[in-house]
């Protein structure tokens, strides 16, 4: 009726009344463009990376069984006990975690590793050739021999389970970040954040210079006492014995005061 007719009426000029205001003002008010891009483009662009980012992540983790790996690598440079199945080598995509610089690390840390299980191995087969000779060797007597024995393994394990506890912890830390989440670049740091602490942990920073030296002399004086009880001169034995226990505990108590 009249009724509809008015309404139709009056939508009809409300309508073009707006055109008239869109065709005065058009081009004279900015569009909010980047707002406008932010929502329709990078929100959706963000979208579609976060979910493709965490489909990657749990390929590798799953899949890929990249904590296994990691694990690997502990057992070969840190010489972790149970079945080893890397070689030194990664294949891709492990790369990404494991490149040129991240492998010059882990060869560092074994090499530290190495040298304590030498010394430890050494400091033993020293051990057993005196206890079972059960008598003077080279005019030097077998308890003081014994004595300073003694002292060096202490030493040694000392620092080797000292490395291998913190070495656990900071394992648990690492692994529990990992498995939280993230994407591939956060894991990739998070990996060289932990090969750095392991650096820092053995002592292979520049900052630790004069406690790494302090640690080479001290097991390099040990592997030296297995070269002087082997000596075939009696007369400096005793006194290269007795400079080589106070150049090892010269360079111990200056450890103990930092370690």
């Known amino acids: 009726g009249d009724e509809n007719r008015q309404i ?20 004279k008010v900015a569009a909010p463009l980047s707002e406008t891009v932010h929502v329709c483009v990078l929100q959706q662009i963000d979208l579609h990376y976060s979910c493709i980012s965490r489909l990657c992540t749990r390929y590798f983790l799953e899949e890929l069984n990249l904590l296994g790996f990691f694990r690997s690598l502990r ?3 840190m010489m972790e006990v149970g079945d080893c199945t ?32 030498s010394s430890s191995a050494v400091l033993k087969d020293i051990w057993s050739h005196l206890v079972k ?28 389970s000292s490395i291998v506890i913190k070495k656990e912890i900071l394992v648990r830390e690492f692994e529990t970040k990992v498995r939280r989440g993230g994407n591939i670049c956060d894991i990739q740091g998070m990996h ?14 520049p900052k630790h210079v004069a406690l790494a030296n302090l640690l080479h002399t001290a097991l390099q004086t040990c592997e030296q006492v297995r070269d002087l009880l082997a000596g075939e001169d009696e007369d ?14 010269n360079a111990r108590v200056a450890l103990n005061i930092n370690f």
């Open 8 to 27: 139709l009426a009056k939508e009809e000029e409300e309508k073009e009344e707006g055109e008239e205001v869109f065709r005065e003002t058009a081009g």
């Open 75 to 77: 057992k070969f440079y």
């Open 86 to 117: 890397f070689n030194g080598e990664a294949a891709f995509p492990f790369t990404l975690f494991f490149d040129g610089d991240v492998k010059a690390d882990y060869e560092k840390v074994f090499q530290c590793f190495s040298r304590l299980r």
């Open 133 to 160: 000779e059960g008598k003077k060797e080279h005019g030097s007597s077998r308890r003081e021999d014994l004595l300073l024995l003694m002292e060096m393994q202490h030493f040694v394990q000392k620092i080797e």
């Open 192 to 205: 060289k954040d932990f090969v750095r602490l392991l650096l820092d942990l053995c002592w292979l920073l």
């Open 236 to 249: 400096a034995l005793e006194m290269d014995l007795e400079r080589a226990h106070q150049r090892f505990r």
